[in-house]
């Protein structure tokens, strides 16, 4: 089921909302019930087999997660530790089986020449964020910081609806005290309209910001399969399309995340805080996905940098980089690309932003090697920052987007001007006296593709407006706690409050979004 | 000031419930008129069988049941069909001999490989059939398509008892997601303008929300008009009794040679068309239509293969352009050679200002009016000598010789 349908929206929502709350009169614990209940429905509805996986996985998960708890109060640290590699590898086998298997064996047979392979395997959708939501149960409850285990609030933990497709990854500490919390079964007018106003805000972005941008990216990426050669202008605005596609995308599916969950009282942590404002790399992973770089810094990043840096402690310098920062920071960004999809354009993608971490990491570092004294942070170089920062990420995307090398490599060389810098001929028509002034000093206007016309280029500028001057839903709503670890900002004129006029306004961007529902598509995330 | 989220929350649900339960039961009344509604479709076919009137069946869109029902009804009485697309739908009666007399089966969006299916069922099953006039459009693709023509049944619908009571296919979570759509939404604002400037308020309102049809009325040259559809009410906007379109409520083209520059960009549909095979048409189709004057010939009546008349001087901006002039000369004399070789009848009016057509006599860049087809078939029949029913086409044929 997806968050931008009328099932969605006029149905299962209201039913969920009334069933929640009424049970809650109750029980908390029916109400909690009715909650997973309702989210293992929600799953079940894109196809019902794989909700007996999910169910699996959770009872499974949980069970490990209390023989690690009881043989840590028991101070059985060699059971505890057996017992927490046992789930990890099978979690890890499960994600892998579904997600990888295929892709390996395609690779061994490309290597090795040999014809082995599993069937078509139907990727569960969201198994990679259940699958590192339980993960991080698993090792707190080994590191101890596991504080409730009812197992009904676990499922709901682990199936909660808003997040179980494309996140956020939740992490147990956030999220089991809520569950457990008096408040969130009482329905409250605030939540309500904050979740709401959050929700309709997200929906616009993804319906008619990013599903209408969408339509100029298609034709783009799909034109180097058909022998088309795209010109400068092409490969830049599909590049282009597809960088705010994503990003709107992904804005608008976490804020009907977060506005959803806000309505069941329970508040998300912040997934998405205007990434492409960032002015550099490492600010932009700070700012994007930013529960799945929590995580990967908290479970992975730091264990493994640490490591990197006690083997390197006293070597060279070269060596203590490479050790340090070098390796560790390169092999977890493969791991992000991998996690993003079984090819080797997401390993690619994630090697591409381990590399430009390190460059930005090291940059940040010169001070100490080359003995500067103050990095440069004013205007300039904060737009340069940000220019540098916003191509680099606009770039990996086209190989993330790519469905192959050929493909992306075919956009890239559009990019950098290979098939030649001609502007459509439509344009000289319509741009009239200043297109045929362009013309007479030099641009040429000829026959293209046509596969970026006037209505992209459009997109493109309006959006590119919003994306850097307008606030983000967190400032927006920055009055009411709209997610979990949002920081401080500065205020704007443009926060809500629950007036007549906001109403209205808000009421116009869903009324505009629950019209064009008909277009309704696949978040982009959900393949993830 | 305490914040008021409780006013805040009724107010939205107020507003959704203010605008959006209001559209969505209008819609709904309104969808079952214009999604292809089976039971509708057989009235409007029925009336029009009766009065011999114009009617607007209940989806324009949609319209393949209703031609469907047309051409069987009419199929006793004709020996030519029109086949092909909206491009064809100003081909009427008027443009042809009155020993040819012929029922328009142009469909909204059909192509030419469904169209030769057509063609061949009712060689198979209709022996009174001896006139076909196939459109050969380059602009819309249809030439260029890929693959083998589809096998097609021509059937009477009416007389299968299934097809005829089935009601409309559309489920009601269809429906309601049909009648939230922004294009439903905002037909509806034009409605209920048109309600709002109509003098009788209430008959307009009936007519488009209670009624699956509109009530009968006359059009200025006399003939009774009926409209089952909801976008063009009371204009005499329908198929004629021959199958042709009026075209009534429909803009004239204002500016051609927006139109033309449009048409000519490199994203133009008309250009994707003919990159989509560099100008190369078909084969397979070319071997069937070829087989199909044949038989048509065996019969004594013969086959037409037009070329659509486009806006005028469109086709000559194409012909000029320096890469696309090549695929579109490309396509334009593989035609020629292929009804050279195979002594077809083949009636080439894309530049359509050669026969004297004017902008205003089309609706777009590739749809003619009647007006338009009338001087093009004049100019043709002149030229070739109208056929004479007892020896065929083989006059036809020696004369455009």
Partial sequence: ?528 | MKPDHKRYVWLMAFCFFCSIVPILVLNLFMVNGSLENKPNTLLASQWQANTQGIVSPPSVLENAFFKLLRLNDRLPDINTVVFGSSTSYGITQEAFPSGMRLYNFSKNANPLGYAIGEAEYLLDHSQNIKWFVIPLDWSIGFIYEEGDPQQVSAADPAMSKTISIEASKATWLQKIQDSLSYPRIAGLFQLLKSIYAAEQKYSAFRQIFLQPSSDEYLCRDGTIAKDFDIQHRNTCTGFRFDGSWTYAGHEQVGNARALIMAATASNSRYTRNLLKTNGEPNPVFLRHLAAIARRAEERGGGAIFVLPPLLVNMENEFLQHPWLGVYLQKTKQGLARWAEQEQLTLLDAGQSERFGCKAEEFIDQHHATAACYNKIFTGFWQNTGEPNMAVGNARLRATQK
């Fill in chain 1, 1 to 528: 089921m997806l968050f931008n349908s009328y099932g969605f929206i006029f149905l299962y929502l209201p039913a969920v909302l009334l069933g929640f709350f009424w049970l809650a009169r109750v029980s908390h614990a029916f109400a909690a019930g009715w909650l997973a209940l309702a989210s293992l429905f929600f799953y079940g509805y894109w196809n019902p087999a794989y909700v007996g996986l999910l169910l699996g996985s959770v009872a499974y998960n949980y069970t490990f997660g209390l023989w690690i708890a009881k043989a840590g109060v028991r101070h059985d640290h060699r059971r505890k530790k057996h017992l927490l590699i046992v789930a990890i590898v099978s979690n890890l086998l499960l994600l892998g089986y579904y997600k990888y298997a295929n892709f390996f064996l395609g690779n061994i047979n490309a290597v090795a020449g040999t014809q082995l392979t599993l069937g078509e395997i139907i990727l569960p959708l969201g198994i990679s964020f259940f699958t590192f939501t339980q993960i991080s149960f698993l090792v707190d409850a080994y590191q101890g910081k596991v504080k409730e285990y009812s197992f009904i609030h676990y499922t709901l933990f682990v199936t909660y609806f808003p997040h179980l497709i494309a996140g956020p990854v939740l992490h147990h500490k956030d999220m089991m005290p809520q569950f457990a919390h008096a408040s969130t079964y009482r329905f409250s007018y605030e939540n309500m309209t904050v979740g709401l106003t959050i929700f309709f805000i997200g929906l616009f972005k993804k319906v008619i910001l990013a599903d209408g941008i969408a339509e100029y990216v298609g034709p783009v990426f799909n034109a180097p399969a058909a022998g088309v050669q795209l010109t400068f202008i092409e490969a830049w605005g599909g590049a282009l399309c597809y960088t705010l596609q994503l990003y709107f995308d992904f804005s608008g599916y976490s804020d009907m995340a977060i506005g959803l969950s806000r309505m069941f009282g329970v508040i998300l942590p912040l997934n998405f805080h205007s990434p492409y404002k960032s002015v550099s790399i490492i600010e932009f992973w700070q700012r994007w996905h930013i529960s799945l770089t929590k995580y990967i810094r908290e479970y992975l990043y730091t264990p493994v940098t640490l490591a990197g840096t006690r083997m390197g402690f006293g070597k060279p310098a070269l060596v203590e980089i490479l050790c340090s920062l070098v390796i560790p920071t390169i092999a977890i960004f493969l791991i992000i690309g991998l996690w993003h999809g079984a090819s080797w354009n997401y390993v690619i993608f994630g090697g591409m932003h381990g590399v430009l971490l390190v460059i930005n990491h090291l940059w940040r570092k010169r001070s100490f090697w080359l003995g500067d004294k103050k990095a440069p942070s004013g205007f300039l170089a904060r737009t340069l920052g940000w220019a540098m920062t916003f191509a680099s990420v606009n770039l990996t995307f086209v190989i993330f987007r790519a469905d192959n090398m050929a493909t992306a490599t075919a956009i890239y060389k559009g990019i950098l001007g290979v098939n030649g810098f001609v502007m459509p001929d439509a344009w000289l028509f319509k741009w009239g006296m200043f297109g045929q002034w362009l013309e007479a000093h030099g641009m040429a206007f000829g026959a293209t593709n046509g596969l970026i016309g006037g209505g992209a280029i459009n997109w493109i500028w309006i959006l590119m407006l919003i994306v850097l001057l307008a606030p983000n839903t967190q400032q927006i709503m920055q009055h009411y706690k709209p997610a979990l670890g949002v920081p401080a900002m500065s205020a704007t004129r443009l926060a809500w409050r629950p007036t007549f006029k906001a109403a209205a306004l808000v009421w116009l961007l869903g009324f505009i979004a629950v019209i064009n529902l008909s277009k309704q598509s696949a978040f982009l995330y959900f393949q993830f």
